[in-house]
């Protein structure tokens, strides 16, 4: 079983800075990629960035210059650093993990809010 656990979630105003945690634990032989969705109520939940254990790192262009995602493969962590939040990037964020075989698991969530 895998286990992932989310964290640093909160209410921000609009400009300001959060920084997500996701750590992963359980039974992880490999895993071949790790990354963050988002989700409002009513849409979608829709992948905002995503990191490959080679190294790889993608964002969306929504939140291009904005966010950043990293990882530590010794720690099997992933961060989301989230710089000039606006109000339209309110959200449950949800860490993902994807092993080999294509199954995918989830975190329990974190809530973002950002006033304006």
């Known amino acids: 079983q895998v286990q992932l656990v989310e964290s640093g979630g909160g209410v921000v105003q609009a400009g300001g800075s959060l920084r997500l945690s996701c750590a992963a634990s359980g039974s992880i032989s490999r895993i071949n990629a790790m990354g963050w969705y988002r989700q409002n109520l009513g849409n979608q939940r829709e992948l905002i960035a995503s990191t490959t254990t080679g190294g790889s790192r993608d964002v969306v262009d929504s939140v291009l210059g904005r966010f950043t995602i990293s990882r530590d493969n010794d720690k099997n962590t992933i961060y989301l650093q989230m710089n000039n939040l606006k109000p339209e990037d309110t959200a449950v964020y949800y860490c993902?993990?994807?092993?080999?075989?294509?199954?995918?698991?989830w975190g329990q969530g974190t809530q973002v809010t950002v006033s304006s």
């Open positions: 993902n993990l994807v092993v080999p075989g294509g199954q995918n698991y």
